[in-house]
């Protein structure tokens, strides 16, 4: 496993951007897939997107798909959440995972460590 820390979350008026970035620790990163999920309150954890362990293959919730993008930079142990055009309906914590089969996964029980969340918020 791999210990994550998530930044970046914030407010935002509606139409703005924001980058999530995640830290991990350990020298295995680059052998990890990786995840960004969301959660509101009342409702199930949500994926967003995912990127495998090169960051050639990346893939995408179709609610955020033309708006959010995904990236890793294996030489800072880092995954980025690029998030533009920002909507009320993204409002959430987000999460950072590392799935250790390299592939990345919507599926959260792929995912054997998780950050603590950051807190996203878009004002209308």
């Known amino acids: 496993q791999v210990q994550l820390v998530e930044s970046g979350g914030g407010l935002v008026q509606a139409g703005g951007s924001l980058r999530l970035s995640c830290a991990a620790s350990g020298r295995t990163f680059s052998s990890y897939a990786m995840g960004w999920f969301r959660q509101t309150p009342g409702k199930e954890r949500e994926f967003v997107a995912s990127?495998?362990?090169?960051?050639?293959?990346?893939y995408y919730a179709d609610s955020v798909k033309g708006r959010f993008t995904i990236s890793r930079d294996n030489a800072k142990n880092t995954v980025y959440l690029q998030m533009n055009s920002l909507k009320p309906e993204d409002t959430a914590v987000y999460y950072c995972?590392?799935?250790?089969?390299?592939?990345?996964?919507?599926?959260?029980?792929?995912?054997?460590?998780w950050g603590q969340g950051t807190q996203v918020t878009v004002s209308s």
């Open positions: 990127i495998n362990w090169s960051g050639g293959t990346t």
């Open positions: 995972a590392a799935d250790p089969s390299r592939y990345g996964s919507s599926v959260g029980g792929a995912y054997d460590s």
